[in-house]
C-alpha cells in the first residue's frame, strides 16, 4: 500500500530522466544538482513501490513499470500544465510570475535592452529567466517549469506555438590582415578548409550558421570548437579562423574591440529569433505581447 503520493516535482525529474536517458543531462534540464536529482527519483520509486529504471548499466533503461508510470505522467502533466495556464489566463496580463527560458546565444544580448524596458513598463510583472540550450529550455516548456521560451528558428519542436519576431543576419567576422581571406569580394568556396570556426554541437547557432551561411562542405570547418560566443570571438582575433556571428551581437563589447573586421555577407544569411509556448496555453495573447515588447526593445 502507497504511504506516500508522489510529488509533481518528483514526477517532472523523471520525465526529464526518460527523455534525456541520462541522469546528469536530466539534472542539468532540471536545473538541480545530479545528486539531488538521484535522490527525487529514489524517493519517486519508493513512493510508488517499484523500480522506475535500472541502474546496472551506463545507459538508463526504463523498466515496464517505468514505461507505464511515463506514459500516465505525460498525460497528468498535459492536464495540469492547461490547469496553471487557465489559472494565470485570468490575471491581468504581464503581471504575478513569468518564466521565460532563452538561449545563450540570445540571452546577452537581448536582455540588456529588454528587462528595464519591461520592469519600467510593467513593474507588477515578477520575470524569472532560465539560460539554457535549445532542447534544455524545450523540454523544460513542455514539462511545465517554464512559461515561455526565446530561441532562434527553426527549431524542431512539437506540441508548441512558435511565435516568429524578427530576422536576426549574420556577418563575418575576421582578425586584422586575416590569412584566411583576400582583399577581394568574400567567397565562400575560396575559403581554406578547416577555416571556418563554429560552436560546439549542440548549439543551434552553429546548426543556424551552417544553413544560413550556406555552408555545404564541412571540411571548410574547424576542427576546433568553441563553448561559448565569448572565445569564439577570441580565436577568430588571434587569426585561428574566421566565422559569423548574429547582428544582435554588433553592439557587444566583445566585438567592439581592435583586431577584429565585421564585413557584411554578399548574401543573405539570417536566423528567425522568436517565441514559443505550448500549443493548450492559454495565455497566447499575453506572450504576443511580450513578443512585441521584445522587438521594440532591440530596434530602439
Known sequence: MIQHYPTIKQLSYFLALVEHNHFGKAADSCYVSQSAFSVAIKDLENALGGQLVDRTNKQVTVTNLGREIYQQTQKMMRELNQLLDIAKGQLKPLTGDLSLGVI????PFILPKFLPALKEQHPELTLVLHEGQ?????????????????????????????HPLWHDEFKLITADDSRFITKEAFDLEQVANGSILLLEDGHCLRDHALSACHIKHIDKVSHLASSS????????????GISFVPEMALNSPLLL???LIISDLPFKANRTIGLAWRQ?????????????????????
Open 104 to 107: 545563450p546565444t540570445i540571452g
Open 134 to 162: 535549445s532542447d534544455v529550455i524545450y523540454q523544460a516548456l513542455m514539462a511545465g517549469q517554464l512559461d515561455v521560451i526565446l530561441l532562434a528558428l527553426p527549431y524542431d519542436m512539437r506540441g508548441v506555438h512558435a
Open 229 to 240: 560566443m565569448m572565445t569564439l570571438i577570441e580565436m577568430v582575433k588571434q587569426d585561428l
Open 257 to 259: 574591440q581592435q583586431g
Open 280 to 300: 493548450a496555453s492559454t495565455r497566447s495573447e499575453e506572450f504576443k505581447k511580450l513578443g512585441e515588447l521584445l522587438l521594440h526593445a532591440i530596434k530602439n
